[in-house]
Nanobody, 129 residues
Framework: QLQLVESGGGSVQPGGSLRLSCAAS????????IGWFRQAPGKEREGVSC????????DFIDSVKGRFTISRDNAKNTVYLQMNSLQPEDTAVYYC??????????????????????WGQGTQVTVSS
């Protein structure tokens, strides 16, 4: 069974940093792109960032550019989201999900949200003073 588990969330003050981890089991990440998504209170789930099998990354939200960095370590079967300069508007439950990327051509992250699957249970990020 393909499974993804998020971890690394917590409570920080504005300007602080967190590193989220997305660990895969039941499959290897070699042939998949992994996206990070978030859902804030009262809002729908939205894409944050995505990394393909080619290591090309895509930021779905302009507000995270220059602050969030996505990376992958296929040997550890894990994808990370380094979040710096966190602000209260970043408060949300963060999820990761996968979509097939068999060729690593960089196109997989262009898929719509409904093409991602194997959603994890999420990890809470709270930014407040």
């Amino acid at each position: 069974q393909l499974q993804l588990v998020e971890s690394g969330g917590g409570s920080v003050q504005p300007g602080g940093s967190l590193r989220l981890s997305c660990a895969a089991s039941g499959f290897t990440l070699d042939y998949y792109a992994i996206g990070w998504f978030r859902q804030a209170p009262g809002k729908e789930r939205e894409g944050v960032s995505c990394i393909g099998n080619s290591d090309d990354s895509t930021d779905f939200i302009d507000s995270v550019k220059g602050r969030f960095t996505i990376s992958r370590d296929n040997a550890k079967n894990t994808v990370y989201l380094q979040m710096n300069s966190l602000q209260p508007e970043d408060t949300a439950v963060y999820y990761c999900a996968a979509t097939p990327d068999p060729y690593g051509s960089g196109w997989a992250c262009s898929k719509p949200l409904n093409k991602f699957g194997s959603w994890g249970q999420g990890t809470q990020v709270t930014v407040s003073s």
